[in-house]
C-alpha cells in the first residue's frame, strides 16, 4: 500500500491551494481515505475524511466550509480542495487510509503517504 501527496506550497491568507494523493498497491476504492495535519510542536489532527462511495464525507470543525475532500476511484487518487486559507492552516498534510471510517477517523490509519508542507502567510 503506497500513497504519494502532492500539492503543498505557500499561499497567502484568504488563497487556495489542492492538494492530491495517489494510492497505488491496494483496492482504492474499497477504503476509507482522509486528510491529516501536523502543525509545528502540534499533535497530528484529522482534517477530512470521505468513505468508498463519497456518499459521506467528514470535516474537522476548523476546516468546514473551506476545505473540500473528494475522491476519483478510477484515477485512485485523493484531494483536499483547500480555501479561504488561514495562517493556523499552516501543517504538514498526509493522507491516509484505512478500511473504515472509525479505522481513520477514531483510530490512527494503517497506511500513511509522506507528507506535504502547506505554509500560509498573512
Known amino acids: 500500500v503506497q500513497l504519494q501527496a502532492s500539492g503543498g506550497g505557500l499561499a497567502r491568507a484568504g488563497g487556495s491551494l489542492r492538494l492530491s494523493c495517489a494510492a497505488s498497491g491496494y483496492s482504492f476504492s474499497s477504503y476509507y481515505v482522509g486528510w491529516f495535519r501536523q502543525a509545528p510542536g502540534k499533535e497530528r489532527e484529522i482534517v477530512a475524511g470521505i468513505n468508498w462511495s463519497s456518499s459521506t464525507t467528514y470535516y474537522a470543525d476548523s476546516v468546514t466550509g473551506r476545505f473540500t475532500i473528494s475522491r476519483d476511484n478510477a484515477k485512485r487518487t485523493l484531494y483536499l480542495q483547500m480555501n479561504s486559507l488561514k495562517v493556523e492552516d499552516t501543517a504538514v498534510y498526509y493522507c491516509?487510509?484505512?478500511?473504515?471510517?472509525?479505522?481513520?477517523?477514531?483510530?490512527?490509519?494503517?497506511?500513511w503517504g509522506q507528507g506535504t508542507l502547506v505554509t500560509v502567510s498573512s
Open positions: 491516509a487510509a484505512g478500511p473504515s471510517y472509525s479505522a481513520v477517523v477514531d483510530a490512527r490509519p494503517p497506511y
